[in-house]
């Protein structure tokens, strides 16, 4: 087997020749900064309302201004301020939501894996009645009676998203256990601990992690859907769905309240399902192989395919 | 001496992994004659498979063939007109059985729908006539209430049975070649007997040209009449299956011949073949076989060609005959009948 | 084969059990009705005479009672909203809901289903890259947006679709496509996948070996073979949106269906029009399902017989 490093190499190699996931981390990189630099790079206090300067269009169009790079909404409050501050909020409910949930979801699904019998059975009726619930329209009920703010949506969506943690961890424990080293250590007299961090939770993290990439992106989405709907995210704060919804009612004279936040959403969400994606690949020997078969033989079609020079 | 069936012409075929390029077969050639049987022995990543594979134009992305021609009736099956007459050809004239019949049938088809299916696409049986047919050959191929397993879908039936269905397929539409890729393998001990007579009997009574292809030896001594060895994608030895077990003149058949158990015969200690087939991805110049080879020569650093080293019999080795691991290989003439 | 459907049904059960429970306790326990529907100057006698008069000021479990007593005789209660049955209301929506929901998730099928084949064909060729990366864009996309993008588009820039409203086919359109277009890549994502699957077989190459043609290789066998998991990604689709996102979409674009109602009336705490929402989503979620375990067994021969 090659070493660490060569591995770790290796596939910051492959990374750079797949064009798409490297956008993707690239993508997620800025964004992070982004969101991290927010104070520092926002040209504008995004709930500052100048409503002399209402619904300006972004710098390259007719009456746009250099002051308002992209623009302004309905209460003058400048576009690119509000999306950058916006990235925070997506971030900041994604990984809280990613971690509560995930915690919960993988103890559970340890549990269940780990004990099984009667444990697992009783918990995956559990984890199959609530993935069963209308998630959303919960979350709106929830919501609406409880209140909504950062918290709140929070709490409803770590609440609403668990399960599907559980599961895979679940799935992943089965089969791990089924693997005769691990078996080995259990009849030796491992104790549950010990055999569950040394042995067990090393095939966990790569399935997780890209699961957990995945889940991120699902939230920002869910969020921002909560945002729009008006339970989510409350103003003067500025969330990307939050501003989308305010802009709805402008469509008709002004595209750009209600098509930046989303682009901004969509280029979030598009980077995490490609990291994600690398991961996944990268990280099942089998899954990668085949990647690799399929690149080359749709580089020789398109080889074949080209004209030759005397043609 | 009629005209051969299928030819195979230096053929090399090469797959495509992200660790370099294994070169899986590398330069076989070989004939097959009306009613004649062949057996191709080799042990797993000899390319025994890969060539017959060629040849069903089953080799597919990473793998892609390299050189060398194949030719069904003197016309090629390769390249863009070679594949559509490769179409006609298969199922038709040729066909072929596979190792594992569980994983080789369509799980959620009958296995009449699936005999049908090759009638109707190649001599354009239908409804009733075709069923008749099915029924025919799940007789034809032993197995019992044939009418209540048309019905039946593969994971219904037991193991033997389910291959006895492939061979049912396979002898659908009369072909002239049936390439049998490890069809015993797969089986338990007593159904591979089983399976091995109803191929026997089946060769003798339709006069099938049949190409067996296994790992052992057992398997082709009942049955083939030529014996073609393959190690490290290419052949190297060819002859007739008695003159060949009486006296291998290639030190791996030699290897081989003297590592197979016998019930008849006590022995002290087994011959086992020290070392492991080479990888495919660099293979030497020399001779492929000579790490492992007791009876290696300096000479055998260029590799030996296929070539001839008695009347009707081919081998690839620069000292063919050595007498190696004790006296000369003795008479497998017990073996000849399938007596284990 | 019953006793398949029969398991199903009781999972159901507990289902709908479980989340009309839920979102009782939840509304009634912590929201109050009351105070969004009387004006702010209402006195505490007031309010206490209102609660009193919806049957708000008794015990949870008496007003859980009551209300499955009266789930025996299908009343559902009254909106505290519209003064009118909750059942009523809800049978005036569902039909609406249902024709845009139906038409998404087909549109999606016809068009997902031989996409995701094709570019199964040839992973990594061209239909295929520009498949993917379409996919991925379209999901990473929220549907919210993409229905104000499809109404920019076609209505305030084309003006060739309308944007809100359920008049006529034209109104369809934009809202079906809206729910259309992430379940259709999804579809393509999971068909192409398990079409590679498939074609990798090894019962892929005995029936080239029998000289099968690429056609009937790809939608007679593999497709089939596939079917399993593309029918349950697709009845998951259904669900999700039917039970969720047609809160969205109808928001959006103003469509007088269900998942409209269930907002406005969780928006006016009507815990009672609320319940009925989700009691008949539920029940119809249920019985989808056992329609889609009976598709299940007509595809597979080993669902059916073991």
Not at chain 2, 312 to 324: E, G, M, Q, T
Request: aromatic share 6%; charged share 15%.
């Amino acid at each position: 087997m090659a070493g660490e490093a060569d591995r770790t190499g290796g596939m910051l190699r492959e990374l750079a020749a797949d064009g798409s996931a490297l956008f993707g981390a690239v993508a997620l990189a800025l964004l992070v900064a982004m969101a991290v630099l927010a104070p520092l790079i926002s040209p504008y206090d995004p709930a500052e309302q100048v409503l002399r300067d209402r619904l300006l269009p972004p710098v390259w169009q007719a009456k746009g201004v250099w002051a308002h790079l992209l623009g302004t909404d309905h209460l003058g409050r400048d576009m690119l301020s509000r999306v950058i501050w916006g990235s925070r909020v997506s971030l900041m409910v994604g990984l809280t939501v990613v971690l509560l949930a995930g915690a919960f979801g993988v103890l559970v699904g340890l549990a269940a894996g780990y004990y099984g019998g009667r444990v697992d059975a009783a918990l995956m009726r559990f984890v199959d009645t609530v993935l069963a619930f209308p998630s959303l329209l919960l979350a709106l009920i929830i919501l609406a009676v409880v209140g909504p703010s950062m918290g709140s949506v929070i709490a409803v969506l770590a609440l609403t998203n668990w399960m599907v943690f559980a599961r895979v961890t679940r799935s992943v424990v089965l089969s791990a256990r089924q693997l005769p080293y691990v078996e080995a250590a259990e009849m030796v007299g491992g104790r549950p601990g010990r055999v569950i961090f040394r042995h067990i939770l090393p095939n966990l993290v790569s399935p997780l992690l890209t699961l957990a990439i995945l889940e991120f992106a699902n939230v920002v989405l869910a969020e921002a859907a909560l945002s729009f709907l008006g339970l989510g995210i409350q103003p003067p704060a500025s969330s990307w769905g939050l501003d989308v919804a305010a802009g709805k009612d402008y469509l008709f004279i002004a595209w750009w309240p209600v098509t930046l936040p989303g682009v901004a959403l969509a280029i979030t969400v598009l980077a995490m399902n490609l990291v994600a994606s690398w991961v996944r690949i990268t990280s099942d020997p089998q899954e990668r192989e085949k990647r690799f078969a399929r690149v080359v033989a749709a580089s020789k079609r398109r080889a074949a395919a080209r004209p030759t020079p005397a043609e | 001496m009629s005209a051969p069936l299928l030819e195979i012409d230096d053929l090399r075929v090469d797959f495509v992994t992200r660790r370099g390029v294994v070169h899986a077969v590398r330069g076989v050639s070989l004939k097959v004659s009306p009613g004649e049987t062949l057996g191709i022995v080799g042990e797993s990543g000899s390319g025994k498979s890969v060539t017959v594979q060629a040849a069903m134009g089953l080799v597919a992305a990473p793998g892609a063939i390299a050189g060398g021609d194949i030719r069904w009736k003197g016309r090629s099956l390769l390249g863009p007109d070679g594949a559509a007459y490769g179409r006609q050809v298969r199922g038709r004239d040729v066909a072929m059985v596979f190792q594992d019949a569980m994983t080789s049938l369509d799980p959620i088809f009958t296995c009449g729908a699936q005999i049908v299916e090759v009638l109707r696409a190649h001599l354009g049986l239908d409804g009733e006539a075709a069923r008749e047919r099915a029924r025919a050959l799940l007789e034809l191929v032993g197995i019992g209430a044939p009418e209540r397993r048309l019905d039946q879908y593969p994971f219904e039936l037991s193991g033997g049975m389910r291959q006895r269905v492939m061979i049912a397929i396979a002898l659908a539409c009369e072909p002239e070649l049936l390439i049998a890729d490890e069809p015993t393998t797969a089986l338990d001990v007593t159904i591979q007997a089983q399976i091995l007579e109803l191929l026997q009997e089946l060769q003798a009574r339709l006069a099938l040209a049949v190409i067996l292809i296994t790992h052992d030896l057992g398997v082709v001594a009942g049955m083939c009449r030529r014996v073609s060895v393959m190690y490290a994608g290419r052949i190297v030895e060819e002859a007739e299956a008695d003159p060949l077990f009486e006296r291998p003149a290639h030190p791996y058949t030699m290897g081989l011949l003297r590592s197979t158990p016998r019930l008849d015969r006590t022995e002290g200690r087994m011959v086992s073949i020290e070392g492991a087939p080479p990888d495919l991805r660099d293979p030497s110049d020399g001779c492929a076989f000579a790490p492992r080879c007791p009876a290696r020569l300096a000479a055998c650093a260029v590799d030996p060609a296929l070539a001839a080293v008695a009347a009707d019999r081919r081998a690839a080795c620069h000292r063919p005959y050595a007498d190696l691991w004790g006296a000369a290989a003795p008479s497998v003439a017990g073996a000849a009948s399938g007596g284990w | 084969m019953g006793r398949l459907v029969a398991v199903r049904l009781w999972h159901g059960l507990i289902v709908i059990v479980a989340v009309t429970v839920t979102v009782f306790v939840v509304t009634r326990l912590i929201s109050n009705p009351v105070d969004v529907m009387l004006p702010l100057e209402a006195s505490a006698a007031d309010r206490a005479a209102f609660a009193a008069a919806l049957g708000l000021d008794r015990s949870i479990p008496v007003q859980f009672l009551d209300y499955v007593n009266g789930l025996a005789r299908l009343d559902l209660g009254t909106s505290l909203w519209q003064d009118r049955p909750a059942l009523t209301i809800v049978m005036e929506h569902l039909p609406i809901t249902l024709l845009l929901v139906v038409s998404s998730v087909v549109f999606a099928i016809l068009v997902a289903l031989p996409l995701g084949a094709i570019a199964a064909r040839r992973p990594g060729g061209g239909v295929d890259r520009v498949t993917v990366i379409l996919s991925l864009v379209a999901l990473s996309v929220p549907q919210f947006w993409l229905g104000l993008l499809l109404i920019l588009l076609f209505a305030v820039t084309l003006g060739l679709l309308p944007s809100a409203g359920a008049g006529s086919a034209a109104h369809l359109v934009l809202p079906a496509l809206t729910l259309a277009i992430p379940t259709m890549t999804r579809l393509i994502m999971v068909t192409r996948s398990q079409m590679i699957d498939e074609l990798n077989a090894q019962y892929v190459r005995t029936l080239e070996a029998k000289g099968m043609s690429a056609w009937r290789v790809v939608a007679v066998h593999a497709g089939r073979n596939a079917a399993v998991p593309v029918l349950t990604l697709a009845s998951w689709e259904f669900v999700r949106i039917f039970a969720g996102y047609t809160v969205v979409v109808e928001t959006v674009f103003a469509w007088p269906g269900l998942g409209r109602l269930a907002l406005q009336a969780i928006e006016r705490q009507d815990l009672v029009l609320v319940q009925a929402v989700v009691l008949v989503i539920a029940v119809i979620v249920v019985v989808f399902n056992v329609l889609v375990d009976f598709a299940y067994m007509a595809i597979d021969p080993r669902i059916r017989l073991e």
